[in-house]
Each structure stands twice: as structure tokens, then as C-alpha cells.
């Protein structure tokens, strides 16, 4: 099914959750607050998650939302909360002018090289013929092939990701205590 035969409603929903997501996407990057920031990038991964879902993903969308926007974002939110990082006025931005808009160009480029691929064909080694994946979900289920490669394949990068978001929060936690006893004396 090509771009134009798709019902109106998906079509429009689609690009409303890929603006409002590319809008939450901005103010998580410009937010002095690091509360302020994690809040809009939960608000982008539920974005990201409704576009899951309506490109018939929604193994992905829930995952997305299960996985990113609950887990991993509590324990953003944690570690933020136990750094005690202070006010957002006394974080003060020590790079000037400069490099804010060596950043920005460096953002435009990135987002030029999105779109100039977004904008050229695949060629047609990379396309699946149609309907694979649905024979592919049919016979399989939609979350065997995840699964299999991931605990078959991946296995090991799966655990070590595991023991190094454990020794992140490990470690977050040393550094609270520390400023708090530094602190209290």
C-alpha cells in the first residue's frame, strides 16, 4: 500500500504525532531543568509510540512505551532526583554564544542528511517483497522474530546493557550519598 492509498486518518495522524514529537523533541533539548527536559522526551517516546502503532508495529509501540517512556525514563528521573542537580538558574551555561550555534549547524546538517535519505529510493536489494512480513508474523507470531534474535543473538550485548544500567544507578546513588555527607558537614 503506497503513501496515497492509505486512509486520511492514518495519513494525518502520522505526521501529528511525528511534529508533536519533533516539538517535544526541541524543548528536551532547550530545557534548563533537567526534570523539565525528561518530561518532554517521555512526551516523544509516546509520540514515537502512537507512530508504532498506526505503521501496524504495535509489539514496538508497546515496548516503546513499556521499555523507554516507563524503565528507563523512571530511572533518568531517579538519578536526577538522587544528584539533587538544584535549581535550573544555578546551572550556569558556561559556553558562549559560539558554541550554541556550532551546535545548531551541526543539528541542521544532521537533519539535512534525514531528509536527503528519506528523499532518495532504496534500491531494490534493500525492499522486502510484498507481504513477507505478514506471512513472516503468521507463521511465527509478531514477537518471536525479536525474541530469537535477541536472546539467541544478542544475548550477551543484552546482558552486559543490563549490568551497565545497574552500575549507572550504583553509581548515581555513591554520588548522592557523597554530596549529601559533603553537605551536612
Known amino acids: 500500500m503506497t503513501h496515497n492509498e492509505l486512509p486520511l486518518f492514518y495519513v494525518f495522524h502520522f505526521y501529528f504525532f511525528g511534529l508533536i514529537s519533533i516539538i517535544s523533541a526541541v524543548a528536551f533539548v532547550t530545557r534548563k531543568s533537567p526534570v523539565s527536559a525528561a518530561m518532554w522526551l517521555v512526551c516523544t517516546m509516546f509520540c514515537l509510540a502512537a507512530m508504532y502503532v498506526l505503521l501496524d508495529?504495535?509489539?514496538?509501540?508497546?515496548?516503546?512505551?513499556?521499555?523507554?517512556?516507563?524503565?528507563?525514563?523512571?530511572?533518568?528521573?531517579?538519578?536526577i532526583m538522587l544528584l539533587n542537580l538544584g535549581h535550573p538558574s544555578e546551572l550556569a551555561d558556561a559556553r558562549g554564544l559560539w558554541w550554541k550555534l556550532l551546535a545548531g549547524a551541526v543539528g541542521l546538517a544532521l537533519m539535512a542528511q534525514v531528509f536527503a535519505v528519506t528523499r532518495a529510493r532504496l534500491p531494490e536489494a534493500l525492499t522486502l517483497p510484498e507481504g513477507t512480513i505478514a506471512a513472516q508474523v503468521a507463521k511465527d507470531g509478531a514477537i518471536a522474530p525479536f525474541a530469537g534474535v535477541l536472546f539467541r543473538d544478542y544475548l550477551l550485548a543484552f546482558e552486559v546493557t543490563s549490568v551497565l544500567l545497574l552500575a549507572a544507578v550504583v553509581g548515581a546513588v555513591v554520588l548522592g550519598k557523597r554530596k549529601e555527607r559533603a553537605h551536612a558537614r
Open 57 to 79: 508495529a504495535q509489539f514496538i509501540g508497546t515496548m516503546q512505551v513499556l521499555v523507554y517512556a516507563g524503565a528507563i525514563m523512571v530511572v533518568f528521573l531517579f538519578v
